[in-house]
């Protein structure tokens, strides 16, 4: 059986997977709503190549975004109107118009997968208010949780002078734990001793305890394993030196044997000479020789005076090694304590502002009276936009701005007078992040 007899058949499996993979991509869009302006979708299309028996992907397709119109331009065809067709029926459309432009015998193969929908901006009584991320299935309640929740604070300063207090109570208390480690570890370098014992914090994060703990034991560690390795190096030295004056002694003894041995010599040749029986050139050869044992003998003894100069240098270089780590240790120490005295009084501080600032705060609501909030949706229509009441169970759509109002509270003093009347429901006015 040839390709041409499969291609029925293989051309029905592709559409079927091709409509399965969508339907795996997208499983809430199954509903089929229409394609929303500023919808960023991806054109697939495919074509049947009997001649070689398999599909073949133009290279025509692509992303394209959804105009504010409500068209989408592909090359070649132009601008289509989406309208309200959904992913499919587009897909189909754009088929079809490629099969009349080409004059193709037969349709391409097309599917559309929406790669990214238009957000949904959130305004009105809201923590952060703004923009954010469309996704199928978002409700009104879902939009108000994503926007950080009711605004609470009616001062939006105060609010964030709160925050600020908070977060600079929490940096406090981790640079007083890392104060109290450092310190610990300080105290074990002056005392000299081989592990560092760390106070147990109380109330602190095991974590945080864990982690600055860790990073001082390798600090410690660290910092007595340099001294040592500067100590045993000075000490090798030491020992080099000792053992280069050995040497040269023993060449000074060598020089000593071999002055005398040619002193004894010098004096049979003159004795020799005298007599006319030897030559005064040798006489001459070992007076030479006696100077260069000499000489020889002195560059020794200058040697061994210089290895000794360099031993005494090294011991005392050995001697200053710790005298300076522990100097340098007690005055770090000394520092690091006048720090924590420092941030001590700082979180004293800090928490005695965060607790005035909560017992000032009144502007929450008692318990028990706790409003949910109203919720209204303004949509984009075909001609006009629309705004409707909904609940936190609405679903959104994409390019929704929904717009949440806090009850406002009745002021006791006002309502409790003969002349008051219910005050009318006002939000602030309405921030959206740019």
């Known amino acids: 059986m040839n390709a041409s007899h499969h291609a029925p058949l293989l051309r029905s499996t592709f559409v079927a997977a091709l409509a399965l993979l969508n339907g795996a991509l997208t499983p809430n869009m199954a509903a089929a709503a229409a394609i929303a302006p500023e919808t960023k979708i991806r054109l697939k299309i495919m074509q049947w190549m009997p001649t070689k028996g398999e599909y073949i992907q133009w290279a025509l397709g692509g992303d394209f975004v959804v105009s504010e119109g409500g068209t989408v331009t592909i090359p070649v065809i132009g601008a289509v109107t989406v309208g309200d067709l959904d992913e499919a029926r587009l897909a189909a459309e754009i088929a ?7 004059g193709l015998m037969e349709a391409p193969e097309a599917s559309i997968e929406v790669v990214e929908y238009p957000p949904v901006y959130v305004l009105g009584d809201v923590t952060k208010p703004g923009k954010y991320e469309f996704r199928p299935g978002l409700t009104a309640l879902q939009a108000l ?14 609010s964030q002078d709160r925050m600020k207090l908070i977060g600079d109570l929490k940096s406090v208390d981790l640079a007083l734990l890392r104060s109290n480690a450092r310190i610990a570890r300080l105290q074990a370098e002056v005392s000299g001793v081989k592990e560092v014992h760390f106070p147990e914090p109380i109330g602190a994060d095991a974590s945080h ?7 001082e034991r390798i600090i410690f560690s660290t910092r007595a394993n340099v001294l040592t390795r500067q100590s045993k190096s000075l000490d090798e030295l030491r020992n080099l030196l000792d053992q280069e004056i050995r040497v040269l002694e023993e060449k000074v003894n060598g ?10 010599e ?18 001459s050869d070992l007076e030479r020789e006696l100077a260069g044992y000499h000489a020889s003998r002195l560059d020794f003894i200058t040697a061994i005076m210089r290895a000794r100069q360099e031993i005494s240098g090294t011991t005392r270089s050995l001697e200053g090694l710790y005298d300076n780590r522990h100097a340098e240790v007690a005055s770090e120490l000394q520092a690091e304590q006048a720090a924590l005295e420092q941030l001590k009084l700082k979180r004293v501080t800090t928490e005695k502002q965060l607790l005035d600032m909560l017992a000032a705060d009144d502007n929450s609501p008692p318990p028990g ?11 984009r229509g075909d001609e006009k936009t629309d705004e409707v009441r909904a609940s936190g169970s609405t679903m959104l759509r994409p390019g929704d701005v929904i717009r949440i109002v806090r009850p406002a509270r009745q002021d006791p003093a006002i309502s409790a007078g003969p002349l008051s009347s219910p005050l009318s429901t006002s939000s602030q006015p309405d921030r959206v992040s740019q």
């Open 255 to 264: 020089s000593d044997a071999s002055i005398r041995a040619a002193d004894q």
């Open 145 to 158: 949780a994503m926007s950080g929740g009711e605004l609470r604070q009616a001062n939006p300063t105060q």
């Open 96 to 102: 079809r118009r490629l099969q009349a432009k080409l």
């Open 266 to 283: 010098l004096k049979g040749v003159r004795s020799l000479v005298e007599r006319g029986v030897a030559v005064a050139s040798r006489q």
């Open 209 to 215: 305890v864990t982690e600055i703990q860790n990073q």
């Open 369 to 379: 009276e706790e409003a949910s909030p109203s919720f209204k949706i303004i949509r």
